[in-house]
């Protein structure tokens, strides 16, 4: 799958979740919500990473941390999709300053290098 497949495959669950949610509660969740449900994510994939790295019990194992990796990859493209960023554009031109970034930061301080703060 290509990131146009995987963001509108993104973006048909998350109507679905918008029907469901109207139907349960009479509302959808705002962009705000949402984004808040991604930070809680977020939380809940650092304890699997957590538990993968033998620093805490976490129940799921593998199957959980691949699970919420994928679920966050799904808050991420609805985001994009939602504050109209063309993933496709930024992702490879932040890739492109970060590894300039990186690559003047570990040349020898003769060639120019800069510190890192």
């Known amino acids: 799958m290509d990131l146009e497949q995987l963001t509108a495959r993104a973006m ?37 990473v957590m538990a993968e790295e033998g620093a805490r019990d976490m129940p799921g194992g593998r199957a959980a941390l691949q699970h919420e990796l994928a679920d966050c990859l799904w808050s991420v493209l609805v985001l994009a ?7 496709s554009v930024e992702y490879p031109r932040t890739l492109d300053e970060l590894e300039a970034a990186i690559t003047r930061q570990l040349r020898p301080s003769g ?5 890192a703060p």
């Open 81 to 87: 999709k939602l504050y109209d960023v063309d993933l």
């Open 12 to 48: 048909r669950v998350h109507a679905l979740y918008d029907e469901l949610n109207l139907r349960q509660r009479e509302r959808s969740w705002t962009r705000e919500e949402f984004m808040l449900g991604f930070v809680g994510d977020v939380g809940d994939l650092a304890k699997l």
């Open 111 to 115: 060639e120019g290098a800069e510190v």
